[in-house]
Nanobody, 127 residues
Framework: QVQLVESGGGLVQTGGSLRLSCAASGGTFRAYTMAWFRQSPGKGREFVAG????????SYTNSVKGRFTISRDNAKNTVYLQMNSLKPEDTAVYYC????????????????????WGQGTQVTVSS
C-alpha cells in the first residue's frame, strides 16, 4: 500500500493562492489514480480534483473549475493541487487519495473508490 503525506496548506486571504503537494511512498506511484478531496466541519468528504495514472485525464468539481489545477510528477512520486483565486468557501481540510484499481483513463469522483488516504492539510481562506 502506498503512504501519502500532504503539505502546503495554510492561511490565505480571499483571492490568494496555495499549492498543495502530496508525496507518495511505498508503492509504484504511476500505478495509482490520484485525487484531492476536502472536508469542512459538518459536511461530508467532497471530491475536488482527480488525475489518471499518466496524467492524461483530469476532472474537477464545478466549483473549482478554472481556479484549481491538478497535476502529477511520476518521477517525483508527487501529485499537486494549484489553487488560485481562493474563496472562503474553499476552507477545509484537504486530503490526498490514491487507488490502483481504476482503469488507466479514469479518475473517479467517488471517495469510496479510493483505498489510500493521507492525513490531510488545513486550508483556511479569510474574507
Amino acid at each position: 500500500q502506498v503512504q501519502l503525506v500532504e503539505s502546503g496548506g495554510g492561511l490565505v486571504q480571499t483571492g490568494g493562492s496555495l499549492r498543495l503537494s502530496c508525496a507518495a511512498s511505498g508503492g509504484t506511484f504511476r500505478a495509482y489514480t490520484m485525487a484531492w478531496f476536502r472536508q469542512s466541519p459538518g459536511k461530508g468528504r467532497e471530491f475536488v480534483a482527480g488525475i489518471s495514472r499518466y496524467g492524461g485525464i483530469t476532472s474537477y468539481t464545478n466549483s473549482v473549475k478554472g481556479r484549481f489545477t491538478i497535476s502529477r510528477d511520476n518521477a517525483k512520486n508527487t501529485v499537486y493541487l494549484q489553487m488560485n483565486s481562493l474563496k472562503p468557501e474553499d476552507t477545509a481540510v484537504y486530503y490526498c487519495a490514491a487507488d490502483r484499481r481504476m482503469p488507466t483513463d479514469r479518475a473517479s469522483t467517488n471517495h469510496n473508490e479510493y483505498e489510500n488516504w493521507g492525513q490531510g492539510t488545513q486550508v483556511t481562506v479569510s474574507s
